[in-house]
């Protein structure tokens, strides 16, 4: 005898698995860590060690290379975050040894948050935009119900608007935030544009996450009245 597949209404996938990490600034702190606050020690000791704003930075930039493969080995799941933060930074790696201007490695980490800003927009003209498939790996947490029940919502048109006006947001916030950081290197200098602008980014992305979080759980509430009121008029 099979043993019944669980069902789950949105409300339920809109709530992390159970045992996993709440998206909160406590659980972000080891993130901002390792991206903001040793890759700013690491630039300030190279450089007073002699060397130059070109390698500083560079050398600095292995802290989130170190961060994010430690966070797949960890977890032993290559999730799609981890793996574009990877390739964006890989790419990022290579892009600036095309110059041996600072103000140039500084302005490529604006650009690659901007790149995804638009591979956001652009991902609303395939048949299903980017902030669905990072919704189902936050409601699915490697379970395959669930991942089969948040696949199953898509049928709803209510759904497909929810997110595909996420997608929207996040890809106009993160254009936004690369244009300001852009902005900023030319009228910061390289010590302060470094603290400047991972909180910047880091406060993007908590923005993001807050306003995503609220609005998918405000629109899982209403998706399962809309839900419960046909099931009850059937």
Do not use: H
Request: proline residues 5%.
């Amino acid at each position: 005898m099979s043993t019944p597949r669980p069902t789950y209404s949105p409300t339920d996938l809109m709530e992390a698995p159970r045992g996993r990490q709440g998206m909160s600034l406590r659980g972000m702190l080891p993130s901002l860590v390792v991206n903001a606050a040793l890759p700013f020690v690491a630039y300030q000791v190279l450089v007073g060690r002699g060397f130059s704003d070109f390698w500083a930075l560079t050398i600095s930039g292995v802290f989130p290379v170190i961060g994010i493969v430690w966070s797949i080995v960890r977890t032993r799941r290559a999730d799609m975050i981890g793996i574009i933060s990877l390739v964006f930074i890989v790419v990022g790696v290579v892009t600036s040894l095309l110059s041996g201007d600072a103000r140039f490695i500084l302005i490529k980490e604006s650009f690659l948050t901007g790149v995804f800003g638009l591979v956001c927009l652009i991902s609303l003209l395939l048949p299903r935009p980017l902030m669905f498939y990072f919704g189902r790996q936050f409601a699915g947490g490697g379970d395959p119900a669930r991942q089969a029940a948040f696949e199953n919502l898509w049928q709803y048109p209510q759904f497909r608007t929810v997110n595909r006006r996420m997608t929207i947001v996040w890809g106009v916030g993160y254009l936004l935030e690369a244009a300001v950081r852009i902005a900023l290197t030319f009228v910061l200098s390289i010590s302060v544009f470094l603290i400047v602008s991972p909180l910047l980014a880091f406060g993007v992305t908590i923005a993001l996450i807050s306003w995503t979080m609220a609005y998918a759980r405000r629109s899982a509430r209403r998706g399962a009245e809309r839900m419960a009121a046909t099931a009850a008029q059937g």
